[in-house]
């Protein structure tokens, strides 16, 4: 195969070499965008009097017959072409001759690949800001669907206080938010137009750069042709994005895989998104929320490796950059896909709403509205804190709850305690009373998922 390099070289590539410098096997998925790219830039070349009008109408039917050959599964790659930018224009050639020699004029690979994966980043990041607000739907729904469950809220995974299990599901609608924030802002950054840099300094052909964005849907064209053809932060940001929001899933997932627990009981995940023991006939693990869980490594990973790949590049353009798309495709591969099918997974969990409260009434949840109790009449609150401390641990000596004690054994830590004492600890009403803004109160509650719902809908 021709190189459409090849003038100034003497000898064959070696074959190893080609081995390293291949892309086409992963950068083929650039093609859509790629074929978009070069027909604007031809329309363009073509109204500027750059290249015959004659020329541009072969270039552009030809790049469509391409198109079509390429979604049909009838394109030949070859590893000799490097990359997809030079198989496309290859064959464009030899389809069309002489006007195919005439696509790459005031072009380089080094603007095309930036604006190749620009406009693919893009329609990304609008997929996944679509799947963010897939999944914070599925949440809403369940919530709404399990309005009334009361269970026991952590921190440093001990009983803290009873919560609402909507409001804990909100807090993953407020991550998977402001996610999806994220990505949007990044959007802005995205989506300016590199091409016209030409290798880095810019062309001497008279092109019309806002023309071709128009074209393309860019929002402008970058300014400054040396950082146009080198800077890859913006998929850096790309990989951190969609690393938080695999953290965010991976947080939900650990919750899930705790709650399906024997020793917790508190749901049961569908069989769909369980799978079986190959020796263990009894078992339904909950393999999804481990996957995910577990691929949070490899995207990470991928930033990491972005970071790392653009640490100590030079001016400009380098051939490192190649190796940006794998770490980015995957990022993008596998968020997107966790991100559908923990969507899909939420609404098959059923929930055991009696274990949950059962769960309200070991660990002294209600220890801080006792101590609110007794300020309430007057007590200063560290005072209050130190009596109920001390019922604690009289109640932990002598394995007892706080609802055992009687109107008497309670007045024995405090005289301030009267006979409504006992009303205050139902778990209803300890959420009830949390009615500040943003706290588990049903009222509060309720209207956060009508605003959520209504945001989402
Ligand atoms: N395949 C290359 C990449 O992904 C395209 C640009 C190549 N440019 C060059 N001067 N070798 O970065």
């Given at each position: ?7 100034r ?15 086409v096997?992963?950068?083929a ?31 552009i ?60 980043a ?54 998977f ?39 393309l ?43 399906s ?27 999804v929320?481990e ?26 353009y ?33 929930v ?18 006792l ?80 605003k ?6």
């Amino acid at each position: 195969m021709k190189k459409l390099w090849g003038g100034r070289f003497e000898q064959k590539t070696d074959a190893l070499v080609e081995a390293l410098g291949e892309s086409v096997s992963f950068d083929a998925r650039l093609a859509p965008w790629d074929i978009r790219g070069s027909i604007a830039h031809a329309r363009m070349l073509g109204e500027q009097g750059i290249i015959p009008k004659g020329d541009v109408k072969k270039i552009i039917s030809g790049l469509k017959k391409i198109a079509k050959q390429i979604e049909a599964g009838d394109f030949e790659y070859s590893t000799e072409l490097e990359d997809i930018h030079m198989n496309i224009e290859s064959a464009l050639t030899d389809a069309i001759g002489d006007a195919g020699k005439r696509l790459h004029t005031g072009r380089s690979r080094n603007d095309q690949i930036a604006t190749d994966v620009r406009m693919w980043a893009r329609d990304q990041i609008d997929i996944i800001i679509e799947l963010l607000g897939a999944i914070q739907l599925s949440l809403v729904e369940f919530s709404e669907k399990h309005v009334d469950v009361i269970l026991p809220g952590c921190t440093h995974l001990q009983h803290a206080q009873p919560v609402l299990l909507a409001h804990q599901m909100l807090a993953y609608v407020e991550m998977f938010a402001r996610d999806a924030q994220r990505f949007a802002e990044l959007r802005k950054r995205v989506n300016i137009m590199p091409l016209g840099s030409a290798a880095m300094a810019g062309t001497t052909y008279p092109i019309d750069r806002a023309m071709v964005a128009k074209e393309l849907d860019f929002d402008s064209v970058s300014v400054n042709s040396m950082d146009a053809v080198s800077d890859r932060d913006y998929l850096i940001e790309f990989c951190s994005n969609a690393s938080m929001v695999m953290m965010h899933l991976s947080r939900f997932s650990e919750e899930l895989i705790l709650w399906s627990t024997q020793e917790y009981n508190y749901i049961v995940i569908g069989d769909a998104f369980t799978t079986g023991s190959s020796i263990m006939p009894q078992k339904k693990n909950p393999d999804v929320a481990e996957l995910v869980r577990g691929k949070v490594g490899r995207v990470y990973g991928d930033l990491t490796a972005m970071l790392t790949l653009m640490k100590g590049l030079p001016m400009t353009y380098n051939r490192d950059l190649q190796e940006d798309k794998e770490p980015v495709f995957d990022a993008s591969d596998t968020v997107q896909l966790c991100l559908a099918v923990v969507a899909k997974m939420i609404p098959t969990i059923k929930v055991n709403a009696e274990a949950m409260l059962d769960a309200t009434q070991e660990g002294f949840l209600e220890a801080t509205d006792l101590a609110d109790y007794l300020t309430a009449k007057g007590m200063p609150f560290r005072e209050s804190h130190e009596v109920v401390g001390n019922m604690v641990l009289h109640c932990t000596k002598n394995k007892l709850r706080f609802a055992d004690l009687n109107l008497e054994a309670f007045q024995s830590f405090s005289t301030l305690f009267e006979k409504d004492i006992h009303a205050v600890l139902s778990p209803q009403n300890i959420v009830k009373e949390r009615n500040t803004i943003g706290g588990t109160s049903p009222k509060r509650v309720r209207a956060a998922l009508k605003k959520a719902q209504k945001r989402l809908t």
